[in-house]
């Protein structure tokens, strides 16, 4: 089975400083990686995936995670936050072969932006 | 292109009542997949529905029942209805064979469902 832990229920952060919501998961098989990201009152949006290659993955928004395997983390980062970025951001997997819409989520991170 | 569309948006039920949600997928998918959100949680996985067959759940009781129709919208039926069942529920839809766990799933915006 898969699980996966946010470690921070929530992010409270300066307009256009770093930000980093940390992600990290548990897996017996290999997975696919997900940061889903949901604005009030709207469905998740894909920020970006990791399917294999590259660990460092770019996402819309300018966010950016890092796959670190030894470590189970897929750590989501962005240099300089607006105040539009203020939502709750999902961690997700999904098992190789396994249902394509089975995603196990995290518990979600809020993310709030102040100006 | 169409995305996913969801209705009712909100709708209050009491305990024991049945309910129906209904999806619509995003143009070109054929595959239906529907979360609860309860609140301050990450969505959890119900079913997936390909080719008009349930081929995967999650842990969600028989009372959970789902459709997929042959232009690929969806239905949740949820039956009895407890208190626990108030939650956001999310429907996705994705183009892919069953099994293609690297596939992107498209969420609609909810149906929030409140039961007294």
């Known amino acids: 089975a898969q699980s996966v832990t946010q470690l921070d229920s929530q992010v409270p952060v300066f307009e256009e400083a770093p930000v980093e919501l940390r992600c990290n998961y548990s897996?017996?098989?290999?997975?696919?990686l997900f940061w889903y990201v949901q604005y009030p009152n709207q469905g998740l949006q894909l920020l970006l995936k990791?399917?294999?290659?590259?660990?460092l993955v770019k996402g819309i928004n300018g966010f950016e995670a890092e796959f670190n395997k030894s470590q189970t983390s897929f750590h989501l980062r962005k240099p300089s936050v607006h105040i539009s970025d203020t939502a709750e951001y999902f961690c997700?997997?999904?098992?190789?072969?396994?249902?394509?819409?089975?995603?196990?989520f995290g518990k979600g991170t809020k993310l709030s932006v102040k100006p | 292109e169409t995305g996913v569309t969801q209705s009712p948006t909100h709708l209050i039920k009491t305990r024991g009542q049945q309910v129906t949600l209904r999806c619509s997928s995003q143009?070109?998918?054929?595959?239906v997949s529907w979360y609860q959100q309860a609140l301050g949680q990450g969505p959890q996985f119900i079913f997936q529905?390909?080719?008009?067959?349930?081929?995967g759940r999650g842990n969600f009781p028989p009372r959970f029942s789902g459709l997929q129709f042959p232009n690929y919208s969806s239905e949740l039926n949820v039956n009895a209805l407890e208190l626990d069942d108030s939650a956001l529920y999310l429907c996705?839809?994705?183009?892919?064979?069953?099994?293609?766990?690297?596939?992107?799933?498209?969420f609609g915006a909810g149906s929030r469902l409140t039961v007294l």
């Open positions: 996705a839809s994705s183009f892919g064979t069953a099994s293609s766990g690297a596939n992107v799933l498209t």
């Open positions: 143009s070109g998918h054929n595959t």
């Open positions: 990791y399917l294999s290659g590259s660990t």
């Open positions: 997700a997997v999904s098992r190789y072969g396994g249902s394509q819409g089975n995603l196990i």
């Open positions: 897996s017996s098989v290999s997975v696919y």
């Open positions: 529905y390909y080719r008009e067959e349930e081929n």
